[in-house]
């Protein structure tokens, strides 16, 4: 799965963009990108339940990645 067919399996960006509230210009956006914002995560596997469709992986969305602290550097 990747973004384009997310967004069309829930009924394309223009519906996407309602049930967010954000413009269909934003969710096409975020989808020619091919990465979709992190907040956007629980609201479209919510949306992606109510129409069947199976949930989106995460690693579509934004998220931020934890790399291994390199050498020199103090933990927090």
């Known amino acids: ?3 384009r067919n997310l967004i069309q399996a829930l009924g394309g960006y223009r519906s996407v963009g309602v049930r967010l509230g954000k413009s269909p210009t934003t969710v096409h956006t975020h989808m ?4 979709l ?3 956007w ?4 596997c919510q949306i992606a339940r109510e129409s069947d469709v ?6 579509l969305f934004s998220f931020l990645q934890v790399g291994a602290p390199s050498s020199g550097e103090e933990a927090a």
């Open 54 to 59: 199976a949930e989106p992986p995460r690693s």
């Open 32 to 35: 020619q990108e091919g990465v």
């Open 37 to 39: 914002p992190a907040a």
């Open 41 to 44: 995560y629980d609201a479209l």
């Open 1 to 3: 799965m990747n973004t």
